[in-house]
């Protein structure tokens, strides 16, 4: 079974893994030839060094928000000598502020319209032994407080945008899908996150590679005195994106 498995293209490193947990390894097999993702069917992923488990209910980490983590974390330290307090938008797994309260002096609070991912988040916290104070709210509806970092990886896949089988079929379209040719969130955060940031500040952003243009003009409308920077993933894709007032 672990060649056939392989011979679907996921890694031997995942499939070893699923052969070990597995109850039911013909019928998981089946659900791999119909593109369900098999981080679903083991449970959890790897993040960052984190044990984060994950079902139908939350996107997928992947490995560009690791870096989009590894890159916050070095501006915070550059910026910031002292705890800070950190907003992340649209949490899903929790895997965001799982791995940047495992790494920063800081007070996390994070957000997400959906109940059911917050239920999974709190979950993941409490497996990694992290306090992270977790809101239900449609960005910042809920939301009290100013901040330091706002952080997000939100919704950016326009609606009539081709992807993966996999992710279209089996992974929550509320963390997939945006209006306004993906970008809606984007202005959302930037627009309203005035009232909640403290005058020294870092929002970070993961972005679709073809997406950097437009949400910097976006940036300059509302913070046209602050850094705008561009950052690359290993791929060497425009794919984050970070507004700093130092």
């Given at each position: ?16 893994e ?37 079902n ?38 929790g ?38 104070d ?12 100013e ?100």
């Open positions: 079974m672990l060649n056939k498995i392989l011979d679907l293209g996921i890694s031997k490193r995942e499939a070893e699923l052969l070990r947990v597995s109850k039911n390894i013909d019928e998981d097999y089946n659900k791999l030839l119909n593109d369900y993702p098999i981080q679903y069917l083991i449970g959890y992923v790897d993040f960052y060094g984190y044990k984060i488990n994950v139908k209910n939350v996107l997928i980490p992947r490995y560009e928000t690791e870096y989009l983590v590894e890159k916050t974390i070095n501006y915070v330290k550059q910026i910031f000598d002292r705890k800070v307090d950190i907003l992340d938008i649209g949490t899903g797994s895997a965001i502020s799982i791995a940047l309260k495992k790494n920063l002096k800081s007070n996390i609070t994070a957000v997400d319209i959906s109940s059911e991912a917050l239920d999974v988040a709190k979950e993941n916290a409490n497996i990694n032994g992290t306090i992270i977790f809101i239900e709210s449609d960005v910042f509806s809920n939301v009290k407080g901040f330091d970092v706002i952080i997000s990886n939100p919704p950016y896949i326009s609606e009539d945008e081709k992807i993966m089988d996999s992710v279209k079929k089996y992974e929550p379209h509320l963390a997939l899908y945006a209006k306004d040719n993906g970008l809606y969130f984007y202005e959302k955060i930037i627009d309203e996150s005035k009232k909640y940031l403290n005058k020294k500040f870092i929002i970070a952003f993961e972005i679709g590679w073809w997406q950097a243009e437009s949400i910097c003009n976006i940036a300059k409308k509302y913070y046209h005195d602050s850094k705008i920077i561009v950052e690359k993933d290993l791929s060497q894709k425009d794919r984050y994106i970070f507004i700093i007032n130092e």
